[in-house]
């Protein structure tokens, strides 16, 4: 890590943001069936500990997916937001939604931002979709909104496509451009050449630069840090580390250690006692476990790991030999 | 991180020495009480994984602790160890036990390395008992074992203080010195500044210099990568992190990250399938969780989380507040 940037990170960085993306990456784990009471208690939470973006879903085309399938939170219809959250009118926190490439019908489901709670909408998009990626970008850039970009499973992306991909959010109206371990494959020296990299195009193209991390090597939060030591403002995390397979940085970690007295955790504390903890114990799954180490240190889709894990399997090195059989 | 010492870590760097502390920091979750096949199989594991040192265990006075109340490995007799691992005569291995500065009867209870099976005396040591640590060391030097001396707690020692801790260890016949981050309060750029120290001292004195992290903060490998890349040679882990509270570096993560391929994962995973998951599921308890992450951050030691994790507590408010009320 650098030393100048340490410094700024050990004391107060005002242009540091932190993200909980709970709903969204967690809402993976549940099919976003959050009780209005929790999705309520969190955003008075995020507010109280000084969380500056609440995520509260997806964006997902009903055409693709069907509302009796999945809760609340994976459409994230403006109508729902106003009755559980309310206005938002004070702006103590913004909010976001996730638009994905190719399942989200944006040109009608996002309305202007004058007559919507949201603030920032999230394009998570594949290093090949990148003309869809940039179409949501100008579309919600035109109607107002703030705007950025996840560039997923950039562990298994060709380097030089990803530069490509910068090079085009960069000519783009995309406000943030995040960097996203979605298998949890990198370490803290890679993310390091990462940030180097994404921070020359967000210099040169006026951009922030954002870090997602996933937990399959116990390195969320580590990733997290050095992302930020590194230079990297948005920061993403989870109460919890909720969030698919392995899940994320957990919000109380970072909370936790950000300088900043604006941050706060007590009220993180709360808020994980209340609701975390039950939450957990009516059995849902998620976090690090030997499944998910393994398909991030093969630099897999954590996929198989999932169906492992709701499978009850015990037997890890069968299925260690199914991730590494030759084909 | 440094970019020489970085591609060095990528590649194979022959100076790494890998440690499986799991009898002994994972000891003190079941007061030792492992049964002969798991040492046996634990033994007979390391070695296909190609970790460097087993440390089997304390070398405790039974002046001070019941056998009635603590397992064979709290003692480590030289017998126990030839009954259950035998010999060790191909030194496939090497074998370590820790002396613990005042609750070890070493001139005693250490024989002649000539005459036992042990190869590395490990002398775990507060900054403030260092005549103490050096009478261990030159007594286990004189009998001809390599020794290590754990400077622990020094998340709360004063730097000057460690300084001399340093200087002293300098100027004795220890061969490596460890950097041993007890209550897992530290973040990977105060190991790094750490380590530059440390590295600092090895260098003048032609020492070698270990890390030993506790995962309070979920930045256990973390920082054990840290500090390798750092120029830290010597690594501590234990299978699926068993260790006191919220235990250590995984030593699948941190065999599964090594590119020399003298490390192997499969005979790992083996044996975590046949044996750590399986004692885990017998009621043993170890591992990250809330009230260690609240320890870590306030940088205090772990035994009021220990106790709140055997008291079933959930009250995580009320045991913050605990943590945090004013004396």
Same mark, same amino acid.
């Given at each position: 890590m650098k030393e100048k940037k340490l410094?700024?990170?050990?004391?107060?960085?005002?242009?540091?943001?932190?993200?909980?993306?709970t709903l969204r990456d967690g809402g993976l784990v549940n099919n976003f069936y959050f009780t209005d009471e929790f999705v309520k208690a969190l955003y008075e939470t995020n507010?109280?500990?000084?969380?500056?973006y609440m995520e509260l879903g997806y964006k997902a085309s009903k055409e693709i997916f069907s509302t009796d399938e999945f809760g609340t939170w994976k459409f994230c219809d403006d109508e729902d937001i106003l009755r559980v959250i309310g206005e938002n009118s004070e702006k103590k926190i913004k909010l976001?939604?996730?638009?994905?490439?190719?399942?989200?019908?944006?040109?009608?489901?996002?309305?202007?931002?004058?007559?919507?709670?949201?603030?920032?909408?999230?394009?998570?998009?594949y290093v090949h979709q990148m003309p869809g990626a940039i179409d949501i970008i100008e579309d919600a850039k035109k109607?107002? %909104?703030? #705007?950025?970009?996840? &560039?997923?499973?950039?562990?298994?992306?060709?380097?030089?496509?990803?530069? @490509?991909?910068?090079?085009?959010?960069?000519?783009?109206?995309?406000?943030?451009i995040y960097i996203?371990?979605?298998?949890?494959?990198?370490?803290?020296?890679?993310?390091?050449?990462?940030?180097?990299l994404y921070l020359e195009y967000g210099e040169k193209y006026n951009k922030q630069i954002?870090?997602?991390?996933?937990?399959?090597?116990?390195?969320?939060?580590?990733?997290?840090?050095?992302?930020?030591?590194?230079?990297?403002?948005f920061l993403d995390g989870t109460y919890n580390g909720m969030g698919r397979g392995a899940g994320n940085c957990s919000i109380e970690n970072?909370?936790?250690?950000?300088?900043?007295?604006?941050?706060?955790? %007590?009220? #993180?504390?709360?808020? &994980?006692?209340?609701?975390?903890?039950?939450?957990?114990?009516?059995?849902? @799954?998620?976090?690090?476990?030997?499944?998910?180490?393994?398909?991030?240190?093969?630099?897999?889709?954590?996929?198989?790991?999932?169906?492992?894990t709701k499978d009850n399997r015990k037997d890890l090195v069968k299925y260690y030999d199914e991730l590494t059989q030759q084909e």
């Amino acid at each position: 890590m650098k030393e100048k940037k340490l410094s700024e990170f050990m004391g107060v960085r005002e242009s540091i943001r932190v993200l909980d993306a709970t709903l969204r990456d967690g809402g993976l784990v549940n099919n976003f069936y959050f009780t209005d009471e929790f999705v309520k208690a969190l955003y008075e939470t995020n507010i109280k500990a000084g969380v500056d973006y609440m995520e509260l879903g997806y964006k997902a085309s009903k055409e693709i997916f069907s509302t009796d399938e999945f809760g609340t939170w994976k459409f994230c219809d403006d109508e729902d937001i106003l009755r559980v959250i309310g206005e938002n009118s004070e702006k103590k926190i913004k909010l976001a939604v996730m638009a994905d490439v190719g399942r989200c019908d944006y040109k009608t489901d996002i309305e202007d931002r004058a007559n919507s709670p949201v603030d920032l909408i999230r394009v998570a998009t594949y290093v090949h979709q990148m003309p869809g990626a940039i179409d949501i970008i100008e579309d919600a850039k035109k109607k107002g %909104y703030e #705007v950025s970009c996840n &560039i997923m499973a950039i562990s298994t992306a060709q380097e030089s496509d990803v530069k @490509v991909a910068l090079e085009m959010l960069g000519n783009s109206s995309v406000d943030v451009i995040y960097i996203v371990d979605s298998f949890g494959a990198l370490y803290p020296e890679q993310i390091a050449r990462i940030a180097d990299l994404y921070l020359e195009y967000g210099e040169k193209y006026n951009k922030q630069i954002g870090m997602h991390a996933h937990n399959n090597q116990q390195l969320a939060f580590a990733n997290t840090l050095e992302a930020c030591g590194d230079g990297v403002d948005f920061l993403d995390g989870t109460y919890n580390g909720m969030g698919r397979g392995a899940g994320n940085c957990s919000i109380e970690n970072l909370i936790g250690c950000l300088k900043n007295p604006k941050y706060s955790i %007590y009220p #993180v504390i709360k808020f &994980i006692e209340k609701y975390m903890i039950p939450l957990r114990e009516s059995g849902v @799954v998620w976090g690090y476990d030997m499944q998910y180490l393994l398909t991030g240190i093969l630099n897999q889709h954590p996929r198989t790991a999932i169906s492992y894990t709701k499978d009850n399997r015990k037997d890890l090195v069968k299925y260690y030999d199914e991730l590494t059989q030759q084909e």
